[in-house]
């Protein structure tokens, strides 16, 4: 079949031609949004899993919904940034929710009460005052200018909060990669965050990111874990993996085989970046109408040297010799999560001298603890990648410390 027709999208953040498997997180949204457009508070959420799940897709969704009940739509994708740059940030996406909010001409007292409080915020890292240039309004003074973050951003969410309410609107602010946030940015948002729901203002927060991001919002905030519902998402059970395949071929004519779609979620473990990539190595190899098993079986190498070149190695090719050497002992121990006495172990060193290096690789995003004292690869199947490009662990270099 001809590539230009292959309905299948494996790309970072493309939405599938059929989403499957997360309706419970799309009404517990859609809930979220209507007890906040009716004046009743809800936690926020934030989504959590490995890299690949449709995290990102779901933030999507989440925004489609979002406009279409008219809501103040704030997408904001997180680096990791220095306080003053974090600010900038925050305040040229409020900047931009205002005016969503209401235009200019039309605001009411509490929205020009929240341009002028977003001028304070800026002020400090726009001294010239180009984020809220041809407000016509001054700095208030004693708002968003405290120089501590979270009573900065509390104002500031506050101030936007009451204008939203004024003109019946609701903010929704849809951050991906939330993860990337540094220890006292996160305490702020949460803190500004909390204090919305203690003023019952039509203001959410919805996060997207990897499996840590509870354990980070509660390290910054106790309270954290009462102000958001965290949403984990993982692998697609059999039949939404096999639908995710079937719908969209049947969109073009074409029928997968119950053994090939088994063979498929043989393969990708139901994983949903896998699922598109290997419906889309199958496509160009099958004849059509009817995909079978042995077209799966004819795609499969081509499906995995491309997960080899791209997918896995980009993650390998950030490290330096000796976060390799650690990852490719953790997947020397398994596929799971694994203990740091069990990998330092097994490079002859002691978890305490290889904690810097577990921490790094935790920063780079290629592990994640799920628990204390536990580290798991943030995408599957990446135990076998190092087996395949790295078939033994390199044992002078484990000695040399490099």
């Known amino acids: 079949m001809q590539q230009l027709t292959n309905p299948y999208t494996p790309n970072a953040g493309a939405e599938p031609k059929a989403i499957v498997g997360r309706n419970d997180e799309l009404e517990s949204f859609e809930v979220l949004l209507h007890r906040l457009r009716d004046g009743m508070a809800e936690q926020s959420m934030i989504i959590t899993g490995l890299r690949g799940v449709g995290k990102t897709v779901l933030l999507g969704r989440f925004r489609d919904k979002a406009l279409r009940e008219d809501c103040v739509v704030v997408e904001w994708e997180v680096s990791k940034h220095s306080t003053d740059e974090f600010r ?5 996406r409020i900047r931009t929710a205002l005016l969503e909010t ?4 039309r605001w009411g007292d509490r929205a020009r009460n929240a341009a002028s409080v977003l001028r304070s915020f800026s002020l400090a890292v726009d001294p010239l005052g180009s984020l809220t240039a041809g407000f016509g309004i001054d700095a208030k003074e004693g708002y968003g200018d405290h120089s501590q973050l979270g009573l900065d951003l509390t104002d500031l969410l506050v101030a936007v909060g009451e204008a939203a309410r ?3 609107r609701v903010i929704v602010i849809l951050v991906d990669e939330i993860q990337f946030l540094a220890r006292d940015q996160m305490e702020a948002l949460i803190e500004a965050l909390h204090k919305t729901v203690q003023r ?7 996060g997207a990111g990897l499996p840590q991001v509870g354990a980070l919002a509660n390290d910054a905030k106790t309270y954290a874990e009462r102000l958001f519902k965290f949403v984990p998402i993982g692998n697609l059970s059999a039949d939404d993996a096999a639908l995710a395949l079937a719908l969209p071929a049947a969109d073009r004519g074409i029928t997968w085989t119950v053994d090939a779609l088994d063979l498929a979620f043989q393969v990708t473990g139901g994983y949903p970046y896998f699922i598109q990539e290997v419906g889309y190595a199958v496509w160009p190899v099958a004849e059509g109408p009817v995909i079978g098993a042995d077209d799966v079986r004819e795609a499969l190498p081509g499906y995995q040297a491309k997960l080899d070149q791209s997918f ?3 993650r390998l090719e950030r490290t330096t010799p000796l976060l390799a050497a650690y990852l490719r002992a953790m997947a020397e121990l398994g596929p799971g999560a694994q203990k740091a006495q069990d990998v330092a172990a097994l490079m002859g ?14 920063d780079m995003g290629l592990l994640y603890t799920p628990e204390h004292g536990l580290a798991a690869f943030t995408v599957p199947q990446f135990d076998q990648y190092l087996r395949r490009v790295m078939p033994r662990l390199d044992a002078p270099m484990l000695s040399s410390g490099r």
């Open 88 to 92: 900038l940030e925050i305040a040229s």
């Open 102 to 105: 209401s235009p200019k001409a």
């Open 166 to 168: 004024e003109h019946g």
């Open 200 to 206: 019952s203002l039509p203001v959410t927060l919805v």
């Open 312 to 314: 896995f190695r980009v």
């Open 349 to 362: 060193r002691t978890s305490n001298q290889l904690g810097p290096v577990r921490a790094k690789l935790i």
